[in-house]
């Protein structure tokens, strides 16, 4: 299309290259030294820079910026005025909602051999948790999505709620984001459930069936007298929310209950701490004073309070001591994150790869965490405040979980690395838009192909293979600064100067030698075998000193 | 693991006697490195008799006529006869045996080994004993290599040139670009600028001796203003002028008390549990630990590439030549030579470039980091090697046969170890104290069967590349092994661990019992 000269953030790679606009999802580069492959979804964005008096070299082209912490630079030849079509055509594809263009996964045509659409049935894993029970029932209330539109069809209820008491406290909460139970414990049956905070406002409102509702919810488990809340957010800012009608539940008004503030940050205070992060590691890695620059991100510290939050939910849970009900302000986001992270200790089924799946879909994607804000899929508004990584701070979670367990999960590095990346490629229909009833109003499941069609179909690519499976272990990380790290992997791949270790040489060792073993055994099968059909035959004396000697051989 | 030198006579014939029950046995008898074999005559039984050495508690010998007779004793309380026909073959089997029984490593490094291996890859270099009772150097050990063109007498001189003797001396030859690594002491040129022809001569025989037209790199470990500063005091570095064909370079390394008062502080703040987890990671760097690993790596480097890539032989030194010299050479040959991250290899390179080349351990590792006395010469230099080697493993996993447990037990055992390996500061306080009687080697220790999980890395495969590590500060970690070793849970790190011996020794147990069966279907 245009002869670009491509300069890729480091002034490391310097060559002149074509640039293509391939079937309108992708910007790729193609030289024969190197391969550029960017999915236009990624696409942040699109800046002129330099004019048509510009002078010095590379001082006139493209600039563009990347979700997944990368920016690439084109140099372009002034003549011709090469770059004005180059621009609006990316900038149209890139940006496909502001020209009233379909988003490229209604166009993607791929076939997968697996349906990734069939991976999470709500029934079967709701019935996996033992769901109904005498305590709990499923209710199609929402099936209409007509009680809260940013809520998935099928909830669970404690079964002495009826469905007017849902529609009256759904009222008195913030989005109508009732309290509905996510998980709850195969043993003690302590749950976990999840809900948006309750609108007490400036004049400190009660509301009695709100106050019955969770009383109701503690009694599910008669032996225990208090109910445990977690709000997420740091008190201060909980008090703040009543300015703006919402709040937190007071202890005069939910007798039996005991409230404790988690301190996690909101959506913005992550977006600039990734922010920071991207300053540090792109284009160049800020050397002198890494880890102190690193420190000033706080992106670490974030992660750290987000599991620290997790724990103490899957303790209390996992303990028996308490049900907990979890919050934020719109319970879409750090309650996503809580309650999914505690799952995940608690529950050694979402730590296969099905499992995982399941867990996204259910707690993130059914649940309404607004992906379409919080990514902008398709969207040029790049300065959106509602733009935030609190999804790519819950993998992140994941993967210093991962570390500090190489054996509890089922999936590796890449896996956790593929989600991110088509969690801005717009190839896949699983992130597309906000909630549950806006999918079903796009088809999206007829209409797209899902990320889990991709992964399962090739699953041996995304295996740990030190993966043992341990049923009802409880996984505490340690949650201390001494024991996270940042993701080098992830944040700072683009680096040329990170020696890019895909696949892991360790896995890759490894699974070289279960596959020998395995040969090994094959061949020892056969032998064995042939010899004992051998020795069927009564001419055929067994040697067994012989047997002996290479056996001592292998000592030497 | 090379005990050849042990082994005076291979092969005898000879029966054993193995109690009143057992019918006696005939055969060829073979002595190896840890076994004594049996091999029966090829019409006899096909049985294979073999006896660990190390199980072998007492022995006696007894010679009548040209027969003799050695008795075992085991730890397992049999008793064995042997009657071997020649009575030379006896006595030698017989010292054999006792000095293989103890598995007496003692003898597994010394720099003879290390000069066959140079002798056969240059003959540019000659192995010296002008040291032997110690005079020229107190520091070194009896033997050192140097170039052939020099002789004793010249080497006597250069050594009065150089702080505490240590004239320089061949560490490493790097056989593909036929070029060096020598290490020395800082050269006493004091304030008057004095010069020696000797010293000058040998490092223009070191050229001389490489291939032709070779440059040569002298690695200094202070900035250049510390060692302008040291000859106020007598030492100093060379003058450029004095050795044409060397170039001087300067990577000042941490040393002495602010390397010792980092090691402290990094350890206070690994163990300060009450402390404000905001400030972590700025408290970390405050401690400058990383700073030092990444300095001696990327010196390492320096000092590799300008062999490898530049064709030039290096000289390191700093003040005394015992500390961070010690670190950059040993880190190089880690770098550049495959061998020396084998078990075996790794084991000689620390005897060679530590414990011969005369790292005071006794000084450097009188106290650790919790000691309230005054740090006078404690110093953890060895550990700041350690953890480079750590680094260097962790950047490339498959490429060192040893794991993180070998370093753990290095470090242990040098700060406070039932093995003699790491006591005294030097050769000939080692001779002194008759350590090598008096006490059992560390590698011996090590090389037992069942610690070998605990300290070989599972997944290692040989790797004949040099290994340049990232000594970016992002791909620099913090030793958690090490410094959080008693604060962290260990179960998931070792289940993991664990899950990889299983499959390894699986494996190998296949495919050792997969010819099994195909050597006796042979027979049928």
């Given amino acids: 299309m245009s002869l670009l000269r491509g300069l890729l953030g480091m002034d490391l790679i310097r060559t002149w290259v074509r640039l293509f606009l391939s079937f309108r999802e992708k910007l790729a580069l193609l030289d024969s030294a190197l391969l550029l492959d960017v999915p236009l979804g990624v696409i942040s964005r699109i800046e002129k820079m330099g004019g048509a008096t510009s002078r010095g070299e590379?001082?006139?082209?493209?600039?563009?910026?990347?979700?997944?912490?990368?920016?690439?630079?084109?140099?372009?030849?002034?003549?011709?005025?090469?770059?004005?079509?180059?621009?609006?055509?990316?900038?149209?594809?890139?940006?496909?909602?502001?020209?009233?263009?379909?988003?490229?996964?209604?166009?993607?045509?791929?076939?997968?051999?697996?349906?990734?659409?069939?991976?999470?049935?709500?029934?079967?894993?709701?019935?996996?948790?033992g769901l109904p029970n005498h305590h709990w029932r499923i209710t199609f209330i929402n099936k209409c999505y007509e009680l809260c539109d940013t809520y998935p069809a099928l909830l669970v209820v404690p079964y002495r709620a009826s469905d007017d008491d849902l529609r009256r406290v759904a009222t008195f909460r913030s989005r109508n984001r009732i309290p509905v139970l996510s998980w709850i414990h195969p043993e003690n049956k302590t749950v976990i459930v999840r809900c948006s905070q309750p609108l007490v406002g400036m004049s400190g409102k009660r509301n009695k069936d709100d106050e019955k509702y969770l009383d109701v919810i503690r009694e599910t488990n008669r032996q225990i007298n208090k109910l445990t809340i977690y709000d997420a957010r740091p008190s201060v800012n909980a008090v703040a929310n009543k300015a703006t009608g919402g709040g937190y539940e007071s202890d005069d008004a939910y007798h039996n209950t005991e409230l404790f503030f988690l301190d996690i940050h909101n959506i913005h205070v992550m977006r600039e701490s990734l922010k920071k992060v991207k300053d540090i590691v792109y284009p160049n890695v800020e050397e002198s004073h890494w880890l102190s620059s690193l420190e000033s991100t706080h992106w670490l510290e974030h992660i750290k309070l987000v599991l620290t939050g997790a724990i103490q939910v899957a303790d209390r849970v996992s303990s028996g001591k308490s049900s907990v009900v979890v919050h934020c302000s719109d319970g879409w986001d750090r309650t996503a994150q809580l309650t999914s992270l505690a799952m995940l200790m608690l529950d050694s089924f979402y730590r296969s790869i099905e499992g995982f799946e399941i867990l996204v879909q259910k707690e993130w994607i059914s649940f309404g965490h607004k992906f379409a804000s919080r990514i902008g899929h398709g969207d040029k508004n790049h300065a959106d405040a509602d733009r935030s990584p609190i999804f790519l701070q819950f993998i992140d979670c994941v993967w210093q979980m991962s570390k500090q367990f190489p054996t509890a999960f089922e999936f590796n590095e890449r896996f956790l690395i593929t989600i991110l990346d088509h969690l801005y490629s717009c190839r896949f229909g699983t992130f597309l838009y906000n909630c549950e009833s806006m999918r079903e109003r796009q088809k999206v499941t007829e209409r797209t192909v899902s990320l889990w069609s991709l992964i399962n179909s090739n699953k041996d690519k995304f295996k740990n293979p030190f993966y043992t499976k341990e049923i009802n272990r409880v996984l505490y990380p340690v949650a201390s600064m001494r024991h996270l790290e940042l993701w080098v992997n992830y944040y700072i791949r683009w680096n040329p100067r990170i020696k890019q270790q895909q696949p892991n040489p360790v896995e890759q060792r490894y699974m070289e030698l279960l596959a020998l073993r395995d040969e090994y055994i094959k061949r020892l099968e056969e032998l064995q075998l042939a010899n004992s059909a051998k020795l069927c035959d009564p001419s055929a004396s067994p040697s067994g000193p012989s047997q002996m000697m290479p056996h001592v051989q292998t000592h030497f | 693991m090379e005990f050849s030198e042990l082994i005076r006579t291979g092969q005898a014939q000879a029966e054993l006697l193995r109690g009143p029950e057992a019918p006696p046995l005939r055969g060829t008898l073979c002595v190896t490195g840890h076994h004594l074999l049996l091999s029966p005559g090829p019409q006899a039984t096909p049985d294979l008799w073999l006896l660990l050495l190390r199980s072998v508690d007492s022995i006696e010998k007894r010679v009548a006529g040209d027969c003799g007779t050695i008795t075992l004793r085991c730890k397992d309380l049999r008793v064995l006869q042997l009657d071997i026909e020649g009575v030379e073959a006896t006595l030698n089997i017989a010292r054999s045996i006792e000095g293989l029984r103890l598995g007496d490593a003692w003898h597994f490094h010394p720099p003879e080994r290390y000069y066959k291996r140079v002798a056969r890859e240059t003959n540019a270099w000659r192995l010296s004993e002008a040291n032997e009772d110690f005079s020229l150097c107190p520091s070194y050990p009896r033997a050192v290599i140097v170039p052939r063109a020099v002789n004793d007498d010249a080497l006597a001189l250069t050594a009065r040139f150089r702080q505490g003797g240590r004239f320089p001396v061949l560490s490493y030859h790097h056989a593909p670009s036929r070029t060096v690594l020598l290490r020395s002491s800082q050269p006493l040129i004091g304030p008057q600028k004095r010069r020696c022809a000797e010293d000058e001569a040998l490092l223009r025989a070191v050229l001389a001796g490489s291939r032709p037209g070779a440059r040569g790199f002298i690695v200094d470990t202070r900035s250049a203003q510390t060692a302008k500063q040291a000859r106020m005091t007598g030492g100093g570095t060379e003058a450029k002028a004095a050795y044409p064909g060397w170039k001087r370079l300067h990577r000042p390394l941490e040393r002495g008390r602010p390397l010792q008062e980092s090691f402290v502080?990094?350890?206070?703040?690994?163990?300060?549990?009450?402390?404000?987890?905001?400030?972590?990671?700025?408290?970390?760097?405050?401690?400058?630990?990383?700073?030092?690993?990444?300095?001696a790596l990327s010196t390492a480097c320096l000092a590799a590439q300008g062999m490898e890539r530049e064709g030039a032989c290096i000289l390191v030194h700093g003040a005394e030549g015992t500390d961070s010299t010690l670190v950059v050479t040993s880190l190089a040959q880690l770098i550049l030579d495959p061998s020396s991250r084998t078990m075996a290899g790794f084991q000689e390179l620390v005897e060679r470039e530590w414990i011969q080349a005369g790292h005071?351990?006794?000084?450097?590792?009188?106290?650790?980091?919790?000691?309230?006395?005054?740090?006078?010469?404690?110093?953890?230099?060895?550990?700041?090697?350690?953890?480079?080697?750590?680094?260097?493993?962790?950047?490339?996993?498959?490429?060192?046969?040893?794991?993180?447990?070998?370093?753990?037990?290095?470090?242990?055992?040098?700060?406070?170890?039932?093995?003699?390996?790491?006591?005294?500061?030097?050769?000939?306080?080692?001779?002194?104290?008759e350590v090598r009687t008096r006490t059992h080697s560390l590698w011996s220790g090590l090389n037992q069967l069942k610690e070998q999980r605990k300290l070989r890395n599972p997944l290692y495969v040989p790797n004949p590349l040099a290994l340049w590590p990232s000594v970016e500060p992002q791909s620099l970690r913090l030793w958690q092994g090490l410094f959080l070793r008693w604060t962290r849970p260990p179960e998931p790190s070792e289940a993991a661990w664990e899950k990889v011996w299983q499959i390894v020794t699986d494996q190998e147990k296949t495919e050792g019992s997969q010819p099994t069966v195909s050597a006796s279907e042979l027979q049928l």
């Fill in chain 1, 58 to 129: 590379n001082s006139y082209g493209l600039d563009i910026t990347c979700k997944d912490m990368r920016n690439l630079r084109f140099a372009l030849k002034q003549e011709g005025h090469s770059r004005r079509g180059m621009f609006e055509i990316l900038t149209k594809y890139a940006f496909p909602l502001a020209h009233s263009l379909p988003i490229f996964a209604f166009l993607n045509e791929e076939k997968f051999n697996v349906d990734g659409w069939t991976v999470y049935n709500p029934v079967e894993e709701y019935r996996r948790q």
């Fill in chain 2, 360 to 433: 005071p351990f006794q000084l450097r590792c009188a106290h650790s980091a919790f000691s309230h006395a005054r740090p006078k010469h404690e110093a953890p230099t060895f550990l700041l090697f350690l953890d480079c080697v750590w680094q260097l493993g962790r950047q490339f996993p498959l490429s060192l046969e040893f794991g993180e447990g070998m370093l753990l037990a290095l470090f242990d055992h040098a700060y406070a170890s039932p093995f003699g390996t790491f006591l005294c500061n030097s050769e000939q306080e080692r001779c002194l104290c």
């Fill in chain 2, 265 to 295: 502080h990094l350890v206070e703040a690994c163990g300060d549990l009450e402390q404000s987890m905001d400030h972590w990671l700025s408290r970390l760097a405050g401690c400058r630990w990383l700073a030092h690993v990444k300095e």
